[in-house]
T-cell receptor, first 111, second 112 residues
């Protein structure tokens, strides 16, 4: 059983468009993370979210990115104006006692 | 800048072989080291290691950490074709729920 679910599984968008990627935890947890993996490259940290606030973010997580937990359940990553280089797998993960469990990912393709 | 280096980058073995995957790290404020298996999509959690010299074991997989020499190994005995995957090493270098810094991974191919 997945620790979190993510929707959509695949999103195709045009450059300059806004996208929202969603993460739904199976149970109630406090720590969430977003990572991305560009094809053939390392998994890279984007942002961590604790108790409904950003606790840490990477250099990649610039002004075009935002995270929210709008209804206390779903956890979203918004990319305001997508670029070609945003094409990647985006993973949501939940954390418990230092262990992190990844969702199945959303493949974002920017054309 | 935190650094995690895995070796080898790829490895091809025959079913039944034993393999050892390596992960070395240079990070400030080390907290823990995690191993993941990545098949087609998401990384699947295998182990978290925090204490040096204590082996973690799950079936044919085992792992140990040396936080003096700053490395960890992942052993897989009696490999099977289903073990074929990318094995990722990641280090937590902040608090217990801080970000993970990943290595590039080792691509393991197990041939029948």
């Amino acid at each position: 059983e997945p620790e979190v679910t993510q929707t959509p599984s695949h999103q195709v968008t045009q450059m300059g468009q806004e996208v929202i990627l969603r993460c739904v935890p199976i149970s109630n947890h406090l720590y969430f993370y977003w990572y991305r993996q560009i094809l053939g490259q390392k998994v890279e940290f984007l942002v961590s979210f604790y108790n409904n606030e950003i606790s840490e973010k990477s250099e990649i997580f610039d002004d075009q990115f935002s995270v929210e937990r709008p209804d206390g359940s779903n956890f979203t990553l918004k990319i305001r104006s997508t670029k070609l280089e945003d094409s990647a797998m985006y993973f949501c993960a939940r954390g418990v006692s230092g262990e992190q469990y990844f969702g199945p990912g959303t493949r974002l393709t920017v054309t | 800048e935190d650094k995690v280096v895995q070796s080898p980058l790829s490895l091809v073995v025959h079913e039944g072989d034993t393999v050892t995957l390596n992960c070395s790290y240079e990070v400030t404020n080390f907290r823990s080291l995690l191993w993941y298996k990545q098949e087609k999509k998401a990384p699947t959690f295998l182990f978290m290691l925090t204490s040096s010299g204590i082996e973690k074991k799950s079936g044919r997989l085992s792992s140990i950490l040396d936080n003096k020499e700053l490395f960890s190994i992942l052993n897989i005995t009696a490999t099977q074709t289903g073990d074929s995957a990318v094995y990722l090493c990641a280090v937590n270098s902040g608090g217990s729920n801080y970000k993970l810094t990943f290595g590039k991974g080792t691509l393991l191919t197990v041939n029948p």
